[in-house]
């Protein structure tokens, strides 16, 4: 099994951020856990790691409503990018309009990434299920 | 002429009396007139070359032939007067017909005189003719005429009468009477003649006639009613002029014309024309008759009054190119050749027409074509019902239902942002209560409290915000009011001063001090504080603020334009969520992302439009359009 050595968490919520990295720190062991209040700051961590050929997240949380670039549009230039390696990404809102589930459907179809869709709060069972390496 | 026969007689008895009758015979012979002597067995016994000529008779022996061998058809009356005259009765005269070689008809007139001897005994009949066929035929001629005369009087029912003006004598024809409905044997006077004539105008009309024609010799002709002794009304053509002797006025002569029949089928046909004038004058429909060329030949008042003009007949003789803007009169011309080509008639046909001031009407039109006995058309008749008005109710409706289309969507939208956002709280409140109960540690409990109290803050604003967008939604119904757009600037930017100041922004206003507009007076302040502030906040770190305010009015509607030189925006990633709940697009930390929300529902709920055009590094621009009547 592989081990997890990076964990990104993007959100603009820093109780959330605080659940999330709390959760973690109960089921995974885990000191690369890097937080991002929107979609760019993330995307732009990512790019430079890529082209300093570090190693990237293995696991990315992801929120969906954020300023300046929301989940969606980071998913839309993160699948975009040349990357070897197979990355989750968990994608934690508290939305259930069928339009976002649509586009998750979109965007998991699309992508070798495995993207999966969860609703707040998350659980310790679905926090385990999540940090799973793929 | 016969006339003078005893004169004559005298002088044959005078001649046959000599003894040499071969002279007798001579003498009668040369005698200028038809004559022959009869015997007593009404044998002829003289006769003149005249009688014998004239009756073609020079081919037979006259001379001892019985008189009715060469008469064979003499009439019963003179056969019974020459036997009469045998016995000594005195002359008498009758007419008798022949048919000569020529198979003409002849007349000639006969006088029998008894023949006496010198002893006054009768023995014999003097026979004279004379040729009357001119006359007969004459008199047969004018028999003839009087009766046509008659009978055309009696078809034409023309009467006339005559007034002598001496003896105050007034007659009438029998056709006269016949009008007047009064017996052959009336016998009438001028005052009663008058009477005949129906009170009021018909009487006065020919009583002043009368008197002018006697007075002044004026003729008249005049269409007047009398009323019969049967009491009928009638209408008459009656005319009168006078007849002069030695310059005098002597006689009235008139005509009097039963035209009861014509008048009545003119009345007739006058108030069914009415009747259908009146009828189609008032039909809440444009009807017109075309001729071939598209020509109107019949219009009604509705078709008038929709064009502009006063009167129908003003419009007799044009076509569409000469009432209508060049397209539509085009549109109008090929469907009207199209309906008189095919003989198909157009059926309640939906047509928008624009006239020449702009305005557009729509219609319901029919066009039918006329069709002459040859099977062509001659022309169609047209039948238009005006619809704007269901249209405009159509329109109306398709707007109410698109703006509860619209809210509909607004309302599910707003469920999910309330949606969305409760949820997001009360995940956060049960996630920390998970902590908080597991967490054993006092340091990470407590600070897990403080989390928790946040989020409870949090929770309470997004409660207020909520409800801040329910109210602006709710209160639509609160007074809109004309307010001077320059009123509530100066208020806003009095307001904002000192905030203004500070960032050093500086204010272009180019709205003219009469633009009005229908808003609630607090959202108008509200939308302008926040599009104001929002250039500000959202300024170009390496300029000043400069806001420009602008104002434009057309067609009913007011757009307001607030344009800044701040950061801009990208439209390509931010466009569809500008307006949007909790979206913020700059690193700003003020940012809540709810003004331009409440701003869009603000307008929105005055019956208003936001857009907005921006650019990243050059500024925005924030355009609001209000509705002069919603």
Known sequence: ???????????????????????????????????????????????????????????????????????WQFLEEFIQLSINEKVRVNIITSSIDPADLERWEHYRNNSKHLITYNNKPVKREKMQEITKAV | MLSNHSNLVRNYNK??????????????????????????????????????????????????????ELFKD?????????????????????????????????????????????????????????????????????????VLYNEKAKVAKIGSWYFDLAEQKLSWCEMTKKIHQVPDDYVPNIDTAIDFYKQGHSRNTIALALNKAISQGIPWNEKLQIVTTKGEER???????????NNQIVTIFGTLQDINDQVSAEIKTKESERLLRTLID??????????????????????SDFLGFDHPRDLLGKDDFDLLPRKTAELSFEEDQKVMNSLKPILGKENTCEKHDGSITTFLTSKIPLIAIDGTA?????????????????????????????????????????????????????????????????????????????????????????????????????DKKPIVLNEMIHKVTQNLQAFLKTHN???????????????????LESILMNFITNAVKYKDPSREPIICLNALRTNGQTEVEITDNGLGIDMNKYGDKLFGMYKTFHNNKDARGIGLYITKNQIEAMNGKVMVCSEVGKGSTFKMYFNENN
């Open chain 1, 1 to 71: 099994m592989k081990t997890i050595n990076s964990i990104y968490i993007v959100d603009d919520d820093p109780i959330t951020v605080f659940g999330i990295k709390k959760l973690l720190s109960n089921v995974i062991q885990c000191d690369g856990v890097e937080s991002y209040g929107n979609g760019k700051l993330a995307i732009d961590a990512i790019k430079e790691v890529l082209s300093n050929q570090k190693s990237l997240p293995d696991i990315i949380f992801l929120d969906i409503n954020m300023p300046i670039m929301d989940g």
């Open chain 2, 15 to 68: 001649v046959l009396k000599n003894p040499q009758l071969q002279t007798a015979n001579y003498l009668v012979k040369q005698l200028p007139t038809a004559t022959a002597f009869l015997s007593s067995k009404l044998e002829v016994v003289y006769a003149s070359d005249h009688w014998i000529d004239y009756f073609n008779f020079d081919d037979r022996n006259v001379f001892g032939k019985k008189i009715f």
């Open chain 2, 74 to 146: 003499a009439t019963q009356s003179w056969q019974k007067t020459l036997k009469d005259c045998l016995k000594g009765k005195e002359s008498s005269t009758g007419i008798e017909h022949f048919v000569d070689l020529d198979q003409k008809d002849r007349w000639f007139e006969w006088t029998n005189i008894p023949w006496h001897d010198e002893n006054e005994n009768v023995i014999g009949v003097i026979l004279q003719t004379e040729d009357v066929t001119r006359r007969v035929e004459n008199e047969t001629k004018l028999d003839r005429q009087q």
């Open chain 2, 235 to 245: 209408w008459v053509m009656a005319a009168g002029k006078p007849i002069y002797k």
């Open chain 2, 282 to 303: 008032h039909l809440p429909l444009n009807v017109f008759i075309k001729d071939v060329n598209s020509k109107k030949i019949l219009v009604n008042k509705a078709e």
């Open chain 2, 378 to 478: 001659k022309g169609l008749v047209g039948i238009s019902l005006d619809i704007s008005n269901i249209k405009q109710k159509e329109e109306e409706l398709r707007d109410l239902i698109n703006v509860t289309s619209l809210q509909n969507k607004k309302l599910v939208n707003f469920a999910h942002i309330v949606s969305h956002n409760l949820r997001s709280h009360s995940a956060n409140f049960s996630m920390l209560l998970d902590f908080l109960v597991n967490e054993k540690n006092v340091e990470e409990k407590e600070n897990i409290v403080k989390m928790l109290i946040e989020a409870s803050d949090n929770l309470l604003e997004t409660l207020d915000n909520l409800n801040e967008v329910v109210a602006i939604n709710t209160n639509t119904n609160l």
């Open chain 2, 505 to 523: 922004a500086t204010i272009l206003n180019n709205i003219d001090d009469n633009i009005v507009l229908p808003v609630i007076p607090a959202y």
